[in-house]
């Protein structure tokens, strides 16, 4: 449903908040050692999280990636999704048709509405604040 993109994008804002809570920054090399994703292609995702100021980027020695602890319960995964893959997942068809809308419907396209609606409210009220503290309980994990 998520591109491969947005995967390591949600999993990573995931890592560097339950860092934060710490008070730790997190290097490119350990995020992506986490996710299980191509340091390249990690870089270019996060440098998409921090231009939509969902983490923050510092530059040195002591530098790496974290989030202010006060935004972690701010941030929605919504934001996540969208800043990495945009609204398509909103708009588009079930089967990845480029024409499909209510006068020209796929053979999924009710089906798929109501899946997607639900997708919709679930991104829009699960904050990482939640993801995160599931994951330190031990309720949930970000890799096996």
Same mark, same amino acid.
């Given at each position: 449903? /998520? ?8 999993? @990573? ?14 290097? !490119?090399? @350990?995020? @992506? ?6 340091? +390249? /292609? ?7 999280? @921090? ?7 510092? =530059?040195? +020695?002591?530098?790496? /990636?974290?989030?202010? =602890? ?12 969208? %800043? ?34 639900? !997708? ?10 939640? !993801? %995160?503290?599931? $994951? =330190?309980?031990?309720?949930? /994990?970000?890799? $096996?």
């Amino acid at each position: 449903m /998520f591109s491969k993109a947005c995967e390591y994008g949600i999993k @990573a804002s995931i890592f560097i908040a339950l860092n934060s809570y710490q008070e730790k920054r997190v290097s !490119l090399k @350990a995020i @992506a050692k986490e996710i299980a994703s191509p340091e +390249a /292609f990690t870089a270019k995702i996060l440098q998409d999280l @921090a231009r939509h100021n969902i983490i923050n980027s510092v =530059k040195g +020695a002591h530098g790496g /990636f974290e989030i202010n =602890k006060k935004q972690i319960s701010e941030i929605k995964l919504e934001q996540i999704v969208k %800043a990495i893959d945009g609204d398509k997942i909103y708009n588009g068809c079930g089967l990845g048709l480029h024409t499909c809308d209510e006068n020209h419907p796929c053979p999924v396209h009710d089906k798929f509405k109501d899946i997607r609606n639900d !997708l919709k409210i679930m991104l829009e009220t699960t904050n990482l604040e939640e !993801l %995160a503290l599931d $994951i =330190k309980a031990g309720a949930s /994990f970000l890799k $096996i």
